[in-house]
């Protein structure tokens, strides 16, 4: 009897510890599992907290470049007065951001942005550069070239890009090259456009260069007349010729009072015209630009809302042959602008919402931006590679980032 309770008692102790044992591992599994789920949700928070500090650092970037931006477009670039911002809160979050913008050199600058959420932060480094709105020799939604027109480019400088011709469409025939049609360039269609598609009659043309899509959208955006030009008070319609010295604000330009009578507008000095309706020039009529030996600071700048329109035997004569001196910027109610008068003509157009058409004979130097354009037969346009070379002050050019990196 006394043997069998002590068999008794051996069994339950066993028992006993077996469960404290398996109480024991459970524990540590237990302890283990909640240590895993800790640790997996501090690297979940501080994942989250890194993704919402780049986040941040890139608003940051992207707030730089936008008041950069509204800036040049303002008129009122100063390096004296570059954006800065520090600990700026990002919306919708717990991040804020800050940045700054140092000059390099070239008219390029240095920004650097940095977010911050938490305990993480990230920093974003981006070299900006200027770019003009004549980085194509042409570009237009559609785009005609006749039998015998020639693009060609020069002031293209050694190791030099080629010219570009382009167009954001992707719809077929967007641009028109016929034979007897010579690209000294490349050609460029729409974002996922099919060159064989966009380019119509692409086999019969000479392209010299390669035909590819654009990676994204080329801008083309809206020019501003400046303000202190806009809020000046209109000075009537030139209807007879004159000599233009200084800036102003017109209701037109019709030279047609006496069809049989030549015009002569000559513009002697560094003049900015706002004109609110057309410009027309007739038959013999002259846009005259006095030459840069005589006057170096002579040239014209347009600033149109109407349409344009050069007749049959008038004449764009711009005597410093520096397509520079003689600036057209259709604004966004300028629909139309023809060139009728054969020659040669020094200008650059920019007119996005525009229906350009070149004449037979016309030979543009310069640059030609457009809704549409046509070059008529035996026309030519010469591409002033110099366009590429740009400054703050000039009309509508943007800041662009040409190199990012990020700091570990």
């Known amino acids: 009897m006394n043997t069998f309770k002590l068999l008794k008692s051996k069994r339950k102790g066993s028992t006993i510890a077996l469960v404290m044992i398996v109480l024991v591992i459970l524990l540590l599994a237990g302890a283990g599992l909640l240590n895993l789920g800790m640790h997996s949700r501090m690297a979940a928070v501080r994942d989250a907290s890194e993704i919402s500090a780049r986040c941040a650092a890139d608003a940051g970037l992207a707030k730089a470049l936008y008041e950069m931006n ?55 480094s981006a070299s900006l550069g200027i770019k003009g709105i004549f980085e194509y020799a042409v570009f237009a939604n559609d785009i005609e070239f006749k039998s015998g027109t020639t693009i060609d480019a020069y002031n293209l400088g050694a190791g030099g890009k080629p010219l570009k011709i382009g167009t954001n469409s992707t719809s077929a025939g967007a641009i028109t090259a016929k034979s007897g049609v010579t690209i000294d360039g490349d050609v460029v269609v729409g974002v996922g456009g099919d060159t064989d598609v966009v380019i119509d009659s692409k086999a019969e043309a000479a392209i010299t260069g390669v035909t590819y899509s654009l990676p994204s959208k080329h801008p083309t955006k809206s020019i501003n007349v400046p303000g202190w030009l806009k809020s000046a008070p209109s000075q009537g319609t030139i209807t007879t010729g004159t000599t233009i010295t200084t800036s102003g604000k017109y209701d037109a330009i019709n030279l047609l009072a006496d069809p049989n009578k030549l015009e002569t507008l000559v513009i002697d000095g560094d003049v900015s015209l706002y004109v609110v309706g057309d410009i027309r020039l007739g038959n013999n009529d002259e846009f005259q630009v006095v030459d840069a030996g005589t006057n170096p600071d002579a040239s014209l700048t347009l600033y149109v809302e109407g349409n344009i329109l050069f007749d049959n035997g008038s004449t764009v004569n711009n005597l410093s042959m520096d397509c520079r001196a003689f600036q057209i910027y259709g604004l966004d109610t300028c629909t139309s602008i023809q060139f009728k008068q054969g020659g040669t003509i020094y200008a650059t157009i920019y007119a996005p919402n525009a229906d350009i058409q070149l004449f037979n004979g016309v030979e543009l130097f310069g640059a030609i931006v457009g809704k549409t354009i046509a070059q008529d037969a035996a026309g030519s346009i010469h591409y002033d590679a110099s366009l590429r070379q740009v400054s703050a002050t000039d009309v509508g050019v943007r800041f662009v980032v040409e190199r990012w990196s990020e700091q570990q």
């Open 70 to 124: 509204l800036q040049l477009a303002a008129g009122a670039w100063s390096d004296s007065n570059l954006p800065y911002a520090m600990y700026e809160p990002l919306p919708g979050s717990e991040a804020t951001f800050g940045y700054t913008v140092t000059p390099d050199t070239n008219d390029r600058y240095d920004l650097q942005a940095m977010g911050n959420s938490g305990r993480s932060q990230k920093t974003v």
